[in-house]
Structure formats: structure tokens, C-alpha cells
T-cell receptor, first 117, second 114 residues
Framework: AQTVTQSQPEMSVQEAETVTLSCTYD???????LFWYKQPPSRQMILVIR??????QNATENRFSVNFQKAAKSFSLKISDSQLGDAAMYFC??????????????FGGGTRVLVKP | DAGVTQSPTHLIKTRGQHVTLRCSPI?????VSWYQQVLGQGPQFIFQ???????GRGNFPDRFSARQFPNYSSELNVNALLLGDSALYLC?????????????FGDGTRLSIL
């Protein structure tokens, strides 16, 4: 079974600075999808960024980028130019590409990001 | 277009009761998944339905059941409620049922068991 681990319960960053969130995962599959989701106090889970394991190029979305290290099974998220609105819980998640397996997301325990003005 | 809508927003029940949670997916989405998120933890997968058929089931007891209707909306039912069932229940929809499909989440139903 796949597992996802986020070792940082909480991270603090100064506004306009950069913060990096760690995520490691365990799987025996060679192809899969990895995600970072943001959950603000409003509760809605919002997709931040997606990485396909067969693509070597790291995904980027505006101020958000990932460092995907397939051999190390590591998938970190970098938030650049942090803004007050970035304050939230961030979850790393994994899913299998096998259609018969559906689209079950396996989540890590989350990292709370605090942004200081 | 409206996002994923869930009802009710909050619910308070007592032990042993039954509860039904509802989810309407984004228009055009045929897959609905349910997750349980206990306070301070990441969401745990409960069910996925695609084209009205169960596509996946997580490690939850038989007290949990779900179904998907012809309009692709879904219900999650929980019988014989326990204190440990207190959680945020999230619904997510996607266009199709595979892992390559981005999932869009609703705001969740906060269930409290007294």
C-alpha cells in the first residue's frame, strides 16, 4: 500500500520570503501522480499543483513549484514570494494511474504554513 | 459553473443514530469520491463512485455505505454512529474515474457525534 509522509507539522515564513514543504512517499509503482493541496480555514481543499511521475520536468504554477526526486521518492513544494493568503494547511497526496484502481487519493498528515506580515 | 456542493454544512447527532450526507458534483463530472478528515489529520478515502458503480472502497466498516444517482449526485450513509465518526466529510468530483483526473473538493460536512 502507498503511504505519504509529511515530516513538518508547521512551518513559518515571513511575507515575501520563500518556504519549502517536504513530502516523501512509498510506492512500488513506476508511474503515478502526486499533488499538493491547500486547505485554508474555510475547509475547502484546493489543488495547488500536480506532477506526473513519468515527466522529469518539475511542475510550476505561478509562485508554486515542486522539486520531484523520483529515485528518492521525494516531492517538496516551494512557495516563493509568500503572501498572507498562503496561510493554510498543505497536504501532499498520491494517486495511482491504473484505471481499475480508481482515483483514490492517499494524503499525508499535512503541514501548517504560517505567514508573518 | 457551480463547484461541488455538499449538504448539510454542519450536523450534530448522538451515538447510535444514522446520518445521510449529500454531494452534487460539478456539472459534467461523473465521478464522486468521499473522504473522512478527522481533526488534525489528512483526509482518508472512503468510497469512489463512477458512472453509478462503486470503483473503490477504503478501510471503513460496513456501517459506511454510499450510492450515486443517475444525475451523478451522491449520498454517504453512516449507521450506528460512534463518537469516532466525528469528522469533516469531504466530497470530491472529477470528469472521469482515473487517477489522471484532477479532483475538485466541496466545503465538506462537519459531523459532530455527542
Amino acid at each position: 500500500a502507498q503511504t505519504v509522509t509529511q515530516s513538518q507539522p508547521e512551518m513559518s515564513v515571513q511575507e515575501a520570503e520563500t518556504v519549502t514543504l517536504s513530502c516523501t512517499y512509498d510506492t512500488s509503482e513506476s508511474d503515478y501522480y502526486l499533488f499538493w493541496y491547500k486547505q485554508p480555514p474555510s475547509r475547502q481543499m484546493i489543488l495547488v499543483i500536480r506532477q506526473e511521475a513519468y515527466k522529469q520536468q518539475n511542475a510550476t504554477e505561478n509562485r508554486f513549484s515542486v522539486n520531484f526526486q523520483k529515485a528518492a521518492k521525494s516531492f517538496s513544494l516551494k512557495i516563493s514570494d509568500s503572501q498572507l493568503g498562503d496561510a493554510a494547511m498543505y497536504f501532499c497526496a498520491y494517486t495511482s494511474p491504473i484505471k481499475a484502481a480508481g482515483n483514490k487519493l492517499t494524503f499525508g498528515g499535512g503541514t501548517r504554513v504560517l505567514v508573518k506580515p | 459553473d457551480a463547484g461541488v456542493t455538499q449538504s448539510p454544512t454542519h450536523l450534530i447527532k448522538t451515538r447510535g443514530q444514522h446520518v445521510t450526507l449529500r454531494c452534487s458534483p460539478i456539472s459534467g463530472h461523473k465521478s464522486v469520491s468521499w473522504y473522512q478528515q478527522v481533526l488534525g489529520q489528512g483526509p482518508q478515502f472512503i468510497f469512489q463512485y463512477y458512472e453509478k458503480e462503486e470503483r473503490g472502497r477504503g478501510n471503513f466498516p460496513d456501517r459506511f455505505s454510499a450510492r450515486q444517482f443517475p444525475n451523478y449526485s451522491s449520498e454517504l450513509n453512516v449507521n450506528a454512529l460512534l463518537l469516532g465518526d466525528s469528522a469533516l466529510y469531504l466530497c470530491a468530483s472529477s470528469r472521469a474515474g482515473g487517477g489522471d483526473q484532477p479532483q475538485h473538493f466541496g466545503d465538506g460536512t462537519r459531523l459532530s457525534i455527542l
